[in-house]
């Protein structure tokens, strides 16, 4: 596609559930980050993947976050055991070459209950 | 830490009216972006500046990176509806990342 797509666009889970969040980059991009925006805050960086190289995973919050890429196209960005503070909007996005200006995706707004 | 302080933060004029809101930080960035975020997406690129000093216009939009490459600042001319949104600052820094401020929330009301 001609954007960053991401899915779902919404998810309400569970406290204690596990989720699972999709992200498709532009093709042809090699820079790939998950940002989160939780309401009146900033976008506060989670993780970044470049190529082939090691992820900078600095920010993730907790060992309950994981994201994996699978070289330079989909990352799922994982949740285990959703706690309500994780309630937020999930941004990813992507660059060439991590150069240059981003292309963000609509998001996905978690809501745990 | 790279800490993105922008004012104000909330912002409300009547259409025609002139604005601008701010970027400021203590650390220096190789280059400050600006994006506009609406309800619902995700934040778009308006521009770039990399040198100290610059000025970028896009179209009723003015753009100017601090001499010190530490702070900028976003001026508005003749506001319209349609520049409603959430103006975010973004420096880059290290490894390609890039620290975002809070945002300057902008409503022009027509």
């Known amino acids: 596609g001609a954007g960053v797509s991401q899915s779902p666009s919404n998810k309400v889970t569970e406290k204690g559930k596990d989720v699972e969040l999709r992200c498709d980059p532009i093709?042809?991009?090699?820079?790939l980050y998950w940002y989160r925006q939780r309401l009146g805050q900033g976008l506060e960086f989670l993780i970044y993947f470049q190529g082939n190289s090691a992820p900078d995973k600095s920010g993730l919050p907790s060992d309950r976050f994981s994201a994996e890429r699978t070289g330079e196209s989909v990352s799922t960005l994982t949740i285990q055991r959703t706690q309500q503070e994780d309630s937020a909007v999930y941004l990813c996005a992507s660059s060439l070459q991590g150069a240059g200006g981003y292309t963000f995706g609509s998001g996905t707004r978690l809501t745990v209950v | 830490t790279q800490l993105l302080e922008q004012s104000p933060q909330f912002l409300s004029i009547q259409e025609g009216e002139n604005l601008t809101v701010y970027c400021n930080s203590s650390?220096?960035?190789?280059?400050l972006q600006w994006y506009r975020q609406e309800p619902g997406e995700g934040p778009v690129l308006l521009v770039t500046v990399v040198t100290g000093g610059e000025v970028k216009k896009l179209k009723r939009l003015t753009f100017q990176f601090g001499d010190a490459r530490k702070d900028s600042s976003l001026h508005i001319t003749a506001a319209q509806p349609g520049d409603t949104g959430l103006y975010l600052c973004?420096?880059?820094?290290?490894?390609?990342?890039?620290?975002f401020g809070k945002g300057n929330q902008v409503v022009v009301i027509p």
């Open positions: 650390s220096v960035f190789s280059s």
């Open positions: 973004a420096g880059r820094y290290g490894n390609n990342r890039l620290a």
């Open positions: 093709s042809g991009h090699t820079a």
